[in-house]
C-alpha cells in the first residue's frame, strides 16, 4: 500500500510537469521524422530496420524519463523526507518502477503507432510485439531506477546515467529488436528465444533494484 | 610499505616473466603450422584478456566485501577501484591485440562475435563503472555506491553474453571460435603460453598494487586537506573573536572616557 | 614476420608501459603533495604579525 501512494505521488509529479513526457513526446517524434528523411523510408529496407530503430529511439528517450524520475527524490532530498516518513526501500522502488513502468508504457506505445504509421510496417505477431515491449519496458525502467539513484546528487548525472544504463541495456536493446523482428515478419510465437531473455533480466534488474534500492537511498 | 615492497618485486617478477615471453613468443618458438608467424599473438592475447577477467572478478569480490557488513572496509574499495582500473587497460589491449590477430585471419578488424562484443560491452560496462568514481563524493558514500553499481555490472555481463551468442549464432553460424583456436598446441608453445599468462598475472599484481597505494596516498591526502581546512576555519573564527572582542574593548573604553 | 604480430606484440607492452608511467606521475604527485609542512598551529594573537597559515 505504501508503493501505491509513491506510484500515486509519481503519476502526479507526471501529470502536472510539462517536462516529463510533454517534452519526451516531441523529442521522439521529431527523431522519428529524422530517421525517415535519413533512410528510403519505402520498400523492404524499413521493414527490417524500424524494430532496431524504435528500440533505440525508445531506449534513449526512457533515459530522459528515468533520469527525471530519480532528479524529483533528489532535488531538495525529498528521498530523504520519504525515508524520514517511514517509506521502506522496497515500497520506493515498487511504486516508483511503476509509475516509470506506466509512463514508458504510453512513450512506447506511441512511437510504436508513430513507427507503423510512418513507416507503414506491417505487424504479423501482435502478441510477441506486445509481450516483448512490455518486458523490455521493464528491464529499462528497472535498470534506470537504480543507476538514476546512484548517482544521484552528482553534478554530471545527465551525462552520467546513459553511461552507465546503455552499456547494462545492450541485451534488452538486442532481444528486443529481434523479437520484434520476429514479430514483425511473422514468425514469431509466444515462445519466442528472445522473450525469455528479455524476462530473466527483467526479472533479475527488478529483484535486484527492490532488495538493493533501500541501501542506495540510504548513505 | 610492505605494500612498497611487494610491489617491486612483482614489477621486477613481471618484467622478467614478460620479457622471456617476448623472446619465446616472437624468436624461440616454432611458427604455427596453420597460421605461421600469426600464431605468435597466442602468446599474448589469451593471456591479457584472462587478466582482463580476472580483474573484473576481483573487483566483484572486493565489492561484495566491502558491501557485505562484517568486512566492511575503505581497503576492499580502493582494491575493487585499482582492479577496474587495471581491468579496463586490459580490455582494451585484448581488444586491440584481437583486432590486430583478426585483420590478417579473418580480414576485417572487427567481426561481430559474440566473445569481440561481449568484451567491447565489458569495456564499457566498466568505463562507466569509473565514471561513476569519479565523481566527487564522500568517500564511505562513493563506496557504497559504486560497490552496488559493480555487483548490477557484474550479473549483467552472463546475460549480455547469453544475448550477443543467441544474436549471433540464430542468424549465422560462429565462424570465428573455432579458426586457429582448436589447433593442438605442444612442448615449447604450450609453455610459453603458460609463461605468457604467468606473466601477464604478475603485472597485474604489480599495477593493482600500485593502484591501491595511490588510492591510499590520494584518501590521506583527502584526510589531511579537510583537517586543514578545519584548523584554518578554526584559526580564522578564533581570531574574528578577538577582533570583535578587540573592538568591544576599544568602544568601552571610548564610552568610558565619555562618561568620565 | 609480417608486422601484425610485431605490432600486436608492442601495444601491449607500449600500453602496459604507458600505464605504469602515467601511475607513476599520478604517485610523485601524491608523494609530493603528502611531504609533511610543518603547520603553525598556534593561536593568532590579536594584532600578532604571525603570517596566516598558507601564507609564507
Redesign the interface.
Known sequence: MRAMTIFKKDLLIESRSKSGLGQVLPFALIVLLLFGFAFDTQGPLMVSISPGLFWVLITFSSILLVSRSMRVESENDAVDGLLLLGFDGISIFVGKFLALFLILLILDILVGIGVVVLFSVPIHSFLLLSLSTLLATAGIGSVGLVFGALVRGANSSESLVPMLVLPILAPVVISATKAWSDALNGHGSIFDPWLKLLLVFAVVFIVGGAVSFGAILED | MKLKIAQRYLAASALVA?AAT?VL??FITPPDAVQ???A??VY??PA?AWVAYLAYGVTTLASSLY?WRPTRSLRWDRLASSSAE?GV?FT??TL??GS??G??AWGVWWTWDARLTTTA?LL??Y???L??RA?P?PA??RA??SA??A???F??VP??H???V??RT?HQGATVASLGMNAKIHGIMAWTMLLGFVAFTL?YCA?VV??Y??AQ??D??RE?QIS?WQ??RL?QS??DA??VS?LLDNANSKSNVKMV | MNGYVEAGYGFVLGGLGAYWAWLASRNSRVKKALIPIPVENERRRPNSSNPRQGER
Do not use: C
Request: net charge positive; proline share 1%; aromatic share 8%.
Open positions: 614478460i617476448v613468443g616472437l605461421g608467424n600469426l605468435r599473438l599474448v592475447h591479457v558491501l587495471v587497460v582494451a589491449l586491440i591485440t590486430i590477430w585483420r590478417p560491452i564499457v560496462l568505463l562507466g563503472y565514471a561513476l565523481v563524493m564511505d558514500k557504497k555506491r552496488i553499481a555487483l548490477f555490472a550479473i549483467d546475460i549480455v547469453e544475448s550477443v543467441w544474436w540464430l603485472a599495477l600500485f593502484r597505494r595511490i596516498g590520494e590521506s591526502l589531511r586543514q584548523s584554518e584559526a578564533q581570531s578577538d577582533r578587540e
